[in-house]
Structure formats: structure tokens, C-alpha cells
């Protein structure tokens, strides 16, 4: 089970919270950034004032996709994460009652014959000693007693052995079953890794955002109508691409909510 284990922590480290949580929150609108834009934009010409008024409102749709995008991801992982330990604790509950119960009957049994079994044992040792006396009556006595035991020790190994074939039979049913599940769980490992790197690549993005969102507020303050429009394009660029990583997590996420319910589905 220590697989399982392991793949359960990968799956939950590769949930790290969303970059752009606190970036977002860094890029606030302030009522003295707005201000500051209105007087930005109003100094532009019409044409410019237009390309800056839809920039300003596709990054701020942008940042509102983004934060959805981010909640959406979370629940969904958060539910996949929860369907995870689901199974790891089905896993490990297989069969369980039925393989103690057959734990508890080889116990029963072999308590049961342990009386026949230690008779036969002892009528042996003691036909031995009669060898070694060169007693022959007291050696034909004996063998006469353990020949009135082979029968029903026959049996009572028998039964023990069969009740042991069992248990081993059940044994090996959970293992090949577990097996055959943490064999699927492998395929998730390729899609946790995928989004691990794309939760890089939303943090890189993310950061290089910073600057441009440093150089827009500046440029806005000294009403730089190029100097805004340049900031707010650039933006508008990265933050598209860090909802398309998004929109490739939140796929990711769902193939491995598919992939689990498969799971779940085929489990004994």
C-alpha cells in the first residue's frame, strides 16, 4: 500500500494553490488607478481611446475568467483529490471481512483437530521408544491405535489444508485486484505531472505580468496614453495565456475525474 500512498501525496502536491490567487489580488483596481485611466484615456485620441477602453475591458474579463477558472479547478481537484482517498481506503478494505473470517476458520480448525493431531503425534513417538525397547507387543499396541488414527488425521489435514488453500485463493484474489488498481492509478501520474508543469508555467506568466502592471499604473498616473495602450496589450497577451493554461488544467482535471470514476466502478 505504500504506492498508493505515495501516488495519493503526488496527487495532492500537484494541486498547489493557483498562481495568479495573489496576483490577481496585487492587480486590484484602485478607485486612484481608475481615475487616473479616465484621465488617460480622455487625453487620447478617439481611435486610442477606444483601443484602450476595449485593452482596459478584455484584462479586467480576462482576470474574472481567471478567478472562475481558478475556483472551478480547486472544486474539481479538491473532488478528485477526496475520490482518491476514497479508493485507497477501499483498497485496503477488499475482501477484508471475508479474508478474516477465513483467517478465524483455519484458527478454529486447527484448534478443533489439535487434540487427534497431538495423539497421532504422540502414538509415533512412543512407538519409537518401543523400537528402541524391542518391545513387540507393546510396538504391535500402539501401531494398532495409530492405524485407528490414520483416517481420521487424513481427514483432519485435509480439512485444515483445504481451509488454508482458501485463504490463500482469497489472498491472492485482493492482490490481483489491488494490482490491477494501482495499475490504473499509474495513469493518472502523467496527467499530475502536466499539471504541475502547467502550474508553472501560470506562475512564470504570472510574474512577468508584475512589471507591465507596474509600467500601465505609471504610465497612467503621467497620463501615457502609448504607455498605457503598450502596458494593457501586453497584459491582455499574458493573461490570455494563462487562462488557456487554465482551460488545459481544468481538461486534465476532468480526464482524471473520468479516469477515477472508471476506477471506482470496477472495484470488487
Known amino acids: 500500500m505504500k504506492n498508493m500512498t505515495v501516488w495519493l501525496t503526488a496527487f495532492a502536491l500537484a494541486s498547489a494553490l493557483p498562481a495568479g490567487t495573489a496576483a490577481a489580488a496585487s492587480m486590484e483596481i484602485t478607485a486612484a488607478i481608475q481615475t487616473s485611466l479616465d484621465k488617460t484615456i480622455a487625453s487620447a485620441?478617439?481611435?486610442?481611446?477606444?483601443?484602450?477602453?476595449?485593452?482596459?475591458?478584455?484584462?479586467?474579463?480576462l482576470q474574472k475568467q481567471d478567478q472562475d477558472w481558478e475556483s472551478t479547478i480547486d472544486s474539481l481537484h479538491d473532488?478528485?483529490?477526496?475520490?482518491?482517498?476514497t479508493i485507497s481506503k477501499k483498497l485496503k478494505e477488499i475482501d477484508a471481512a471475508k479474508i478474516s473470517k477465513l483467517e478465524a476458520d483455519i484458527k478454529q480448525t486447527r484448534e478443533r483437530?489439535?487434540?487427534?493431531?497431538?495423539?497421532?503425534?504422540?502414538?509415533?513417538?512412543?512407538?519409537?521408544?518401543?523400537?528402541?525397547?524391542?518391545?513387540?507387543?507393546?510396538?504391535?499396541?500402539?501401531?494398532i491405535q495409530v492405524a485407528a488414527l490414520k483416517i481420521p488425521v487424513q481427514l483432519a489435514r485435509a480439512d485444515i489444508a483445504a481451509k488454508v488453500k482458501?485463504?490463500?485463493?482469497?489472498?491472492?484474489?485482493?492482490?490481483?485486484?489491488?494490482?490491477?488498481?494501482?495499475?490504473?492509478?499509474?495513469e493518472l501520474d502523467p496527467m499530475n505531472s502536466q499539471i504541475k508543469a502547467k502550474q508553472g508555467a501560470i506562475r512564470t506568466t504570472q510574474s512577468s505580468l508584475s512589471p507591465l502592471w507596474s509600467a500601465f499604473k505609471q504610465a497612467a498616473k503621467k497620463t501615457d496614453t502609448n504607455g498605457v495602450q503598450s502596458s494593457l496589450a501586453s497584459m491582455v497577451?499574458?493573461?490570455?495565456?494563462?487562462?488557456?493554461?487554465?482551460?488545459?488544467?481544468?481538461?486534465?482535471e476532468t480526464t482524471i475525474s473520468e479516469t477515477l470514476a472508471s476506477i471506482q466502478?470496477?472495484?470488487p
Open 265 to 267: 466502478s470496477q472495484m
Open 113 to 143: 483437530y489439535e487434540p487427534l493431531l497431538s495423539r497421532c503425534t504422540s502414538l509415533n513417538k512412543q512407538i519409537e521408544a518401543a523400537r528402541a525397547l524391542k518391545s513387540k507387543s507393546l510396538n504391535t499396541f500402539l501401531n
Open 237 to 252: 497577451t499574458l493573461a490570455r495565456q494563462i487562462n488557456e493554461e487554465n482551460q488545459k488544467i481544468f481538461k486534465l
Open 79 to 85: 473532488r478528485n483529490k477526496d475520490t482518491a482517498s
Open 166 to 186: 482458501a485463504h490463500q485463493a482469497a489472498k491472492d484474489k485482493v492482490s490481483q485486484a489491488s494490482k490491477k488498481i494501482r495499475s490504473r492509478l499509474t
Open 45 to 61: 485620441s478617439q481611435s486610442q481611446a477606444r483601443t484602450i477602453r476595449s485593452l482596459y475591458s478584455e484584462f479586467l474579463s
